[in-house]
Nanobody, 116 residues
Framework: QVQLVESGGGLVQAGGSLKLSCAAPGSRFSFAVMGWHRQAPGRQRELVAVINSAGMPNYADSVKGRFTIARDNAKRSVYLQMNSLNPEDTAVYYC??????????WGQGTQVTVSS
């Protein structure tokens, strides 16, 4: 069973930065796609950023120019550098990974809170 372990959430003031990390230390295989979703209170979970095995990223319009996604295939890890954070970015952030067999794995979620 693949487990995704997240870290890096926390409380930050508006305009600040945070970096989220996610790793699958027990995985014996790489992933086709890795990425991040988020869910704010009272809202549906939404895609934030995704990156394929070749390193090609895609971002939600709301985070373009502020967030950067990266991955390390050898470490089975994905990262999300978040800059210029604003209160609307407050949410639980979930790491996810899709295997080459199209199995989807989710992390447990990490809280990001941006104060105004």
């Amino acid at each position: 069973q693949v487990q995704l372990v997240e870290s890096g959430g926390g409380l930050v003031q508006a305009g600040g930065s945070l970096k989220l990390s996610c790793a699958a230390p027990g995985s014996r295989f790489s992933f086709a796609v890795m990425g991040w979703h988020r869910q704010a209170p009272g809202r549906q979970r939404e895609l934030v950023a995704v990156i394929n095995s070749a390193g090609m990223p895609n971002y939600a319009d709301s985070v373009k120019g502020r967030f950067t996604i990266a991955r390390d295939n050898a470490k089975r890890s994905v990262y999300l550098q978040m800059n210029s954070l604003n209160p609307e970015d407050t949410a639980v952030y979930y790491c996810y990974a899709v295997s080459w067999n199209n199995d989807i794995y989710w992390g447990q979620g990490t809280q990001v809170t941006v104060s105004s």
